[in-house]
Nanobody, 126 residues
Framework: QVQLLESGGGLVQAGGSLRLSCTTSGLAFGTAVLGWFRRAPGKDRQFVAATEWQNVYAQYADSLKGRFTISRDDEKGTVYMDMNRMTPEDTAVYYC???????????????????WGPGTPVTVSA
């Protein structure tokens, strides 16, 4: 059974930084595309970033490029999201997701991800 669990969410002041982590179990981590999504209050869930197997190529939502960085540690089976220069608009529940192992293509579409964590809330105060 594949399980994903996010951690690291919390309250941060505008301009601050936060690192989210997502640990996995039951997943062939080394051959899985991992991604982050977020759902702001009253809005649909949106793509944040994703990374392919070898952590060489990553894709980001255009509005977040330069502030957010996704990375992965295949030995630990963990994917990270470093968030910098945060604004109140970054307030959301952040979700970790994985495509099925063996699928190499990065995707920004929710429907392409088979496994999801429960989410971790992030609040950015003004």
């Amino acid at each position: 059974q594949v399980q994903l669990l996010e951690s690291g969410g919390g309250l941060v002041q505008a301009g601050g930084s936060l690192r989210l982590s997502c640990t996995t179990s039951g997943l062939a981590f080394g051959t899985a595309v991992l991604g982050w999504f977020r759902r702001a209050p009253g809005k649909d869930r949106q793509f944040v970033a994703a990374t392919e197997w070898q952590n060489v190529y990553a894709q980001y939502a255009d509005s977040l490029k330069g502030r957010f960085t996704i990375s992965r540690d295949d030995e630990k089976g963990t994917v990270y999201m470093d968030m910098n220069r945060m604004t109140p608009e970054d307030t959301a529940v952040y979700y970790c997701a994985s495509r099925r192992a063996g699928i190499w293509a990065i995707s920004q579409y929710e429907s392409d991800y088979s496994y999801w964590g429960p989410g971790t809330p992030v609040t950015v105060s003004a």
